[in-house]
């Protein structure tokens, strides 16, 4: 059971570049979340989505873009790379009001 | 809005001594409140969440309604919880939100 799932786990990036960070999940939750994770800052969310077709921003949507074409994939797009996107991206998905389960992370700089 | 704080970034204690990293949150209804936990070079997993009351690894955390508190209590810390410690919030629309995270170490 892979679980959540996110690819690439490492990515540079140059500023205005494009890029998707991928995400999907094995275990048919309806709830997806992508999560930013920069240091002293704790976890800041960026979109989510609480089933295929339907997708909400969170905290810090600004420079990113989301789709959910289906239950087990929530791919993440920056379309212009700026240095203010260095971080580190969690992905991860819950049944719904409830407990929810991180992927790996992927690091992301941007220079 | 859904608010999370966390005021200490870091904490550090000895073996064998109490430990309580504090949690507070602002939410105009009812709250579902979460404790995550990040060990070294592991995934954020869950360590408990309110509803449940139950006890894991030794920590507990009661619901304050009143004061707006959430605080992770534990009698008899262990060097093997130096961690990160995330405090959550899941509002009306599932959207969870965490707060800065406490740095716990447990000296030897």
């Known amino acids: 059971n892979a679980g959540v799932t996110q690819t690439p786990k490492f990515r540079i990036l140059k500023i205005g570049q494009s890029m998707t960070l991928q995400c999907t999940q094995d275990?048919?939750?309806?709830?997806m979340y992508w999560y930013r994770q920069d240091p002293g800052m704790g976890l800041k969310l960026i979109y989510y989505?609480?089933?295929?077709?339907?997708?909400d921003k969170g905290e810090v949507p600004n420079g990113y873009n989301v789709s959910r074409s289906t239950t087990e994939d929530f791919p993440l797009r920056l379309e212009l790379a700026a240095p203010s996107q260095t971080s580190v991206y969690f992905c991860?998905?819950?049944?719904?009001?409830?407990?929810?389960?991180f992927g790996e992370g992927s690091w992301l700089t941007v220079v | 809005a859904q608010r999370v704080t966390q005021p200490e970034k870091l904490l550090s204690v000895f073996k064998g001594a109490p430990v309580e990293l504090k949690c507070n949150y602002s939410?105009?209804?009812?709250?579902?409140l979460f404790w995550y936990v990040q060990y070294s070079r592991q995934r954020l997993q869950l360590l408990l969440r309110h509803i449940s009351r139950e006890s894991i690894k030794g920590f507990t955390a009661d619901l304050n309604k009143g004061e707006t508190s959430f605080h992770l209590k534990k009698p008899f810390a262990q060097e093997e919880d130096s961690a990160m410690y995330y405090c959550?919030?899941?509002?009306?629309?599932?959207?969870?939100?965490f707060g800065a995270g406490t740095r716990l170490t447990v000296k030897p």
């Open positions: 959550a919030l899941s509002g009306l629309r599932s959207d969870m939100r």
């Open positions: 991860a998905s819950g049944p719904g009001g409830n407990t929810i389960y």
């Open positions: 275990m048919n939750h309806n709830y």
């Open positions: 939410y105009s209804g009812s709250p579902e």
């Open positions: 989505s609480v089933g295929a077709g339907i997708t």
